[in-house]
């Protein structure tokens, strides 16, 4: 997601490169490469390669939003959570699976509301100080 909103705050200044977003955000660059991959795949970035190359995003921010990147970098969140045995399936409480599908629902709905833009609105008013 700091990726993404490092992308954001660079929209229209042409491609950035992966190593500028590595030591900005503080993110191990070959661990960035690989989300960065996942994040062109899922159509949310585009990428070039060579002299000017670098990553952006490929629609505004305010077109993004964070349910699209949490998809692209996590998968459906219930997968997670689903028991990894046949025998551990059956012994599941149906009834936590049901509240842990509703918990998934509202987050979902909380991430697909909020874009791109949204955060670095947030952003920029939280840093914005006032002085009497």
């Known amino acids: 997601m700091r990726a ?10 042409g491609p950035v490169q992966s190593h500028d977003i590595a030591v900005r955000q503080d993110i191990p660059e070959p661990y960035l490469n690989q989300l960065l991959t996942l994040l062109r795949k899922a ?17 505004p921010p305010s077109e993004i939003n964070l349910g699209e990147v949490v998809l692209a970098l996590e998968g459906p969140v219930l997968a997670s959570l689903e028991p990894s045995s046949e025998g551990a399936r059956r012994s599941t409480c149906f009834a936590l699976r049901q509240v842990m599908q509703e918990v998934d629902d509202v987050a979902q709905q909380v991430l697909a509301r909020v874009s791109l833009a949204d955060l670095l609105d947030r952003e920029r008013r939280r840093t914005f100080n006032y002085y009497i």
């Open 4 to 13: 993404m909103l490092d992308l954001a705050r660079f929209i229209g200044q």
């Open 43 to 59: 159509g949310l970035i585009n990428s070039r390669r060579g002299p000017g190359g670098g990553h952006a995003l490929a629609r």
